[in-house]
């Protein structure tokens, strides 16, 4: 992971000098399970702040980079050998905290060399998701989170003067567990939803 830090600045320092802003956000997730398996994932709240650029004007490259955090919850019956279900379902959390560099191009419906009092964009891209650590409030279990998962995602915005809010939803192309710890390995997409501060370098 050092590795991809040390591109990851050799790339983003020379792209500061042509960004037309600098986009400081923070806000709101929410996981959606797509294989839950007889575990019962479940998706639950989390949170996200970060900054990335934009490159370009009426067509524009955003390279960014978050610390995510991902909360899900998953259910756990025991079973007998004839498989009936032996006491009560137990509940646990997992919860896990990553560094999200997603690399979006998209278009903005209005021209921005117009200075237009707000505007419109849409985006879509690909992200990884290079993991920092994990707990799983579960001591029975040692589970091993996958170094990086990958992602295809898709949004939209909008830019009011100096602010911007927007939304987006990633489709996993990961599952999040190495091993064989579970009966099913989930892969997680999310929703996420940022506001913040449009930092302008050019016109």
Known sequence: MKNLLALASLLVIPALTSAQEVHLYGGYNGSNVSKAGDEGWVGKAGYQFGADLMLGNRVFVKPGVEFLV????YTYAGTAPDG???????????????????????IHLIDPAGDPAANVYVMAGPSALMNLNADLHNNALNVETTGTQWQIGFGAGVELGFLFVEGGYDVAMSNVFKGNDFQTNPKV???????????RLAK
């Open 70 to 73: 991902r909360n899900l919850n």
């Open 84 to 106: 009936t279900v032996v006491g009560t379902d137990q509940e646990f959390e997992y919860t896990s905290r990553a560094l999200r560099v997603p690399i979006m191009l998209g």
């Open 189 to 199: 997409n999310f929703l996420h939803i940022n506001a913040g501060l449009r930092l």
